[in-house]
Nanobody, 124 residues
Framework: QVQLVESGGGSVQAGGSLRLSCTASGYIDISACMGWLRQAPGRGREVVARHYFMEKTSYYAASVKGRFHIGVDNARTTLFLQMFNLTSDDTATYYC?????????????????WGQGTQVTVSS
């Protein structure tokens, strides 16, 4: 079973940047994927970025494309989310997550393991 711990959240002004990290321990299926999701107050949890290990490809939600970058270290033990040009709409709790067996990391039901979340607050 995989354990995930996020860090790097905080408060920034609009236009600022933050880098989130997620340390993973336990079994990680390298043939799969991992993702970053967020949940804003009063809203559902959404997938903002996902990375596929074997294909070495990444995909982003339209709302963050061009501003966020997901990456992973060579050992596949740390997942990153670099966020640029933040806006108040990016205020949310951010989670890294690993998929269930066979999950494709595209949608919320694909995920089975979650970190505790890290808060990002962007002030305008």
């Amino acid at each position: 079973q995989v354990q995930l711990v996020e860090s790097g959240g905080g408060s920034v002004q609009a236009g600022g940047s933050l880098r989130l990290s997620c340390t993973a321990s336990g079994y990680i299926d390298i043939s799969a994927c991992m993702g970053w999701l967020r949940q804003a107050p009063g809203r559902g949890r959404e997938v903002v970025a996902r990375h596929y290990f074997m294909e070495k490809t990444s995909y982003y939600a339209a709302s963050v494309k061009g501003r966020f970058h997901i990456g992973v270290d060579n050992a596949r033990t740390t997942l990153f989310l670099q966020m640029f040009n933040l806006t108040s709409d990016d205020t949310a709790t951010y989670y890294c997550a690993a998929p269930r067996r066979g999950g494709l990391c595209r949608e919320l039901p694909d995920y089975a393991a979650w970190g505790q979340g890290t808060q990002v607050t962007v002030s305008s």
